[in-house]
């Protein structure tokens, strides 16, 4: 398995998404995102903790990295510059596609043991019930 960090649009488009569905009490999730984060530390709707939740996720796909490549590594694979912007969006079939590469990046060392990875795992798997939820032939099947 190789490892990389990922763009700075693909943690923008995830923590938007999130973030957006913290407070968006009929969105895709119907809120459970709100409080799966409050749980772990992370209250969004305070000022600037998107921008910390972004950071937080940056932090440990570098820290994986190091840890698959040795300390240090992560710097060499890209400027350490991330920037959080809060307009970033994505539709979410992105964003789901999105989780899976991070979560994927992440998954070196002790790394899937931290709480932030376990929530993104919940995330993934929040938004696959939410999404096969709305598709008509799902919609159709019997519950027997």
């Not at 912007?85 to 079939?93: L, T």
């Not at 002790?110 to 929040?126: G, S």
Request: charged share 30%; net charge neutral.
């Amino acid at each position: 398995m190789s490892a990389f960090i990922v763009e700075d649009k693909t943690i923008n488009q995830i923590v938007n998404f999130i973030e957006k569905e913290s407070w968006q009490k009929d969105g895709l999730t119907y809120g459970m995102l709100d409080r799966m984060l409050k749980k772990e530390g992370y209250d969004l709707t305070h000022p600037d903790e998107d921008k910390r939740l972004a950071e937080d996720l940056f932090i440990m796909n570098c820290r994986a990295i190091n840890q698959r490549y040795g300390v240090g590594e992560a710097a060499k694979f890209r400027p350490m510059d991330f920037r959080f912007d809060a307009s970033e969006s994505a539709g979410n079939y992105q964003v789901y596609k999105s989780l899976g590469c991070l979560i994927y990046q992440c998954s070196e060392g002790r790394v899937p043991d931290e709480p932030l990875y376990k929530l993104l795992v919940k995330v993934k798997r929040i938004m696959a019930e939410c999404l096969i939820d709305r598709i008509p032939e799902y919609k159709k099947a019997i519950w027997n």
